[in-house]
């Protein structure tokens, strides 16, 4: 009977192991809010952890072990920068930085949180949005920006990376 129950189990996990090798998918999300109670641009990015470290580490040359008891000391800093290069973000057509709050990991993605403080009700927002295409060509960027009017959400594309929204103020 005991080779009955490994037949058994190798017929129940083989469909599990096999496509391991298949495309993988490659996206990440992220939220722009603008909060009118502390008059700032509220950023929450959620990216695969194993694919935001694959990046940093061939862009920086640094093994930076996120997610882990070993993570690089300096890797906020590197997150930052990264950012920084990638994410950039014009409010009513003036590129505006922001301030990278910190991080934390929930379900193997790095939750990044960015903001800008000290931010007027905008006319318009324009997000520049090229995390990953360097290391995934195939990487999709998923933006959603709202105020408390207005939702919209956008699909970016390695040759199609930039979305705007423009509010009408009262």
């Known amino acids: 009977m005991y080779p009955l129950k490994k037949i058994f189990a190798f017929a129940l996990l083989f469909p599990l192991f096999a496509f391991v090798n298949a495309h993988k998918f490659y996206v990440s999300t992220t939220n722009v809010r603008y909060n009118t109670e502390e008059h700032a641009i509220q950023i929450v990015s959620r990216i695969f952890v194993d694919d935001l470290e694959k990046t940093i580490d061939q862009r920086y040359g640094i093994r ?7 993570e690089t000391p300096d890797a906020d800093t590197y997150l930052e920068k990264y950012y920084s290069d990638k994410f950039i973000i014009k409010v009513n057509g003036k590129v505006k930085k922001f301030r990278f709050v910190g991080k934390e990991f929930k379900e193997g993605m790095i939750v990044s949180y960015l903001e ?6 905008p006319a318009s927002i324009e997000i520049e949005n090229k995390l ?3 290391t995934y060509p195939e990487q999709q960027n998923i933006v959603h920006i709202r105020t408390e009017n ?3 959400s956008f699909l970016l594309l390695k040759d199609k990376d930039r979305c705007t929204v423009n509010f009408k103020q009262k």
Do not use: G, N, V
């Open 116 to 121: 800008i403080p000290d931010t007027p009700l």
């Open 150 to 152: 207005i939702k919209k």
């Open 132 to 134: 990953l295409y360097e």
């Open 64 to 70: 930076s072990r996120l997610a882990t008891a070993k």
